[in-house]
Structures are given as C-alpha cells and as structure tokens.
C-alpha cells in the first residue's frame, strides 16, 4: 500500500470522477485507475462502484476513508515534523473559525504568517463551533476558533480560553428598543427572534438564558451563518443578540445592553497529540502559548 494510493482514492472519493481525480492529480486517467485496482486487489475488497454514468463509494470504501486519510495526515505532519527539526515550517495549516471570531485578528495573523512561512499550504473553513471541534478531533482541522456558552466545554481536544464577553441585543435603528441605553431578557422575550439553528453552540448561549430566567421567546427566523443575522434585524423583521465585542464592525443596526445577558467565551482547540509545527508557528505569532489544559 503506497501513500501515493490513497491520494488517488480519496481524490476519487471527493470527486466522485476518476477524470477529475485524475486532473487534481496531474496524472493520466489510466495510471490512476490502474493504481486504485492495484490497491483494492491488494484489499480483497472493491472500494468504488463504477457505471458508466457514475462512480461512488461501496461499504468497504466507506469504511477504508477515514484511515486512509488518517494516514496521508500522518504521513504529512511527520514531515512537517523533520522539516522543523532542521529549521524550516512547512505542510499544511487547516484552520477553523466562527465568523464572529473577535479575541484574536486572523486575517492579520494569516498576513504575518505567509509572509514568515511561504511553503505552508494554509486553508480556512468557516463554521460552527461544534463542527468546528470535531473536525480537529478527527484531524481535518489543526486548530480552530469558537465561541461557546459557558456551560460547554470541548473533548478530545486541547483548548484555551481567549476572552469572555457579554451578549448584546440587536435591534433596527427604528425599533423602539433602540432608544434604550439596556433590556431585561423578559422585554426581548415578546420580540420576535432570529438566531442559529438548534443544537449550535451559538444558539445555546441565547437558549441556555432565556431558560434560566423561565421565558420563552419565539425564533422567527434560522439562519446557518451569523454574518446574515445583521441583514434580517436591520429592516426590522427581528431582534438578536449577539457578542457585545464582534456588533462595533457592523452597520444598519442599534445596539442595547441586557441586564442579565448570557456570556461567551472564546476558545481555541487544537489536536490532543499537540500541535503541527505549523499550527504552533500560528499560535505564537498570535500570542497564544501552545500549552494548555484539555
């Protein structure tokens, strides 16, 4: 089994194509597909189902992807790792963050760090923060930025505190909140809300207060990415809240305190095995010692 291999079978398995697995690649069609025979022969086992019309994954490839990629981030981070030794910061820098993200500037951080380290292959994945740890758990992620409730705490991975800060209301310039320097929860329980889906750490902090205090409000509207809550409370159609330190950076919006607002926390979480030379580089060129508790 060659680490050459799985690449071919986990760019197949992205794309579904032996054609543009084949250009993602660089490589002729015919000596991928040759390759992907040699290793499911070597299996005993097919790992894709292929027609004429589409390819897709059988149970047994299914169940060989998440060692094979397993592998090729291993194989890598013990590269990263020999490069280090000798000096240089090289491989990959997979970094997850919530788009509220404010503990930290990451853009400028990313700036710097192409700058110092032009070989690192960096990507960036914008998300939920409980999708976000589990992607680092599994290792497709080498750190990530989150905002959780106070009551949640990240498993399997290791994780920092980087700032607490207090909920806010959102409100419409012309909404009649608006003139008002703070809120009680129980006012902002007759408005109608828009906020994360359920089951989100976003969505909890809001949740987790109104329920402490024995109200419950009405979530209008859902929406995936925070970034969009803006663009629903400034016509007016809802109210919000949202982290008192990310609200300065927008526009279109009036923003009241709550007298008894649930508060965030900011973390950052990397591998439980440590982390990459890269990911270490990163951190501390933010600032972020790289020991912490888990």
Do not use: N
């Amino acid at each position: 089994m060659e680490l050459q291999q799985l690449r071919y079978v986990l760019a197949v398995a992205e794309t579904l194509s032996f054609t543009r697995a084949a250009e993602r690649c660089l490589v002729v069609q015919s000596a991928l597909s040759h390759q992907v025979a040699r290793l499911e022969q070597e299996l005993g086992a097919r790992l894709f189902e292929r027609t004429s019309r589409r390819v897709r994954l059988t149970a047994a490839g299914e169940a060989f992807l998440p060692a094979a990629r397993q592998c090729l981030e291993a194989a890598e981070r013990a590269a990263a790792e020999v490069a280090a030794a000798v000096g240089e910061v090289r491989g990959r820098l997979a970094v997850g963050l919530i788009s509220t993200v404010t503990a930290v500037d990451i853009p400028a951080g990313l700036r710097e760090f192409r700058g110092r380290y032009p070989q690192v292959r960096i990507s960036l994945r914008v998300g939920a923060s409980k999708d976000l740890v589990e992607q680092v758990r599994q290792g497709s992620l080498d750190v990530a930025f989150l905002g959780l409730p106070t009551t949640f705490r990240p498993e399997g991975v290791t994780a920092r505190e980087l700032a607490r800060g207090r909920l806010v209301a959102a409100v419409a310039p012309d909404h009649p909140l608006a003139a008002r320097e703070r809120v009680p929860l129980a006012e902002l329980a007759a408005e109608p809300f828009v906020d994360l889906p359920p089951g989100t750490a976003g969505r909890a902090q809001t949740d987790l207060a109104f329920a402490a205090a024995g109200l419950v409000r009405d979530v209008a509207f859902e929406v995936d990415e925070a970034s969009y809550i803006p663009r629903l409370v400034g016509p007016g159609l809802a109210v919000a809240m949202l982290p008192a330190a990310y609200v300065p950076q927008l526009t279109g919006i009036a923003v009241v305190e709550v007298t008894d607002a649930p508060t965030r926390i900011e973390t950052v979480v990397w591998p439980r095995t440590g982390p990459s030379p890269a990911t270490a580089a990163f951190l501390a060129l933010l600032g972020i010692p790289a020991a912490a508790s888990d």
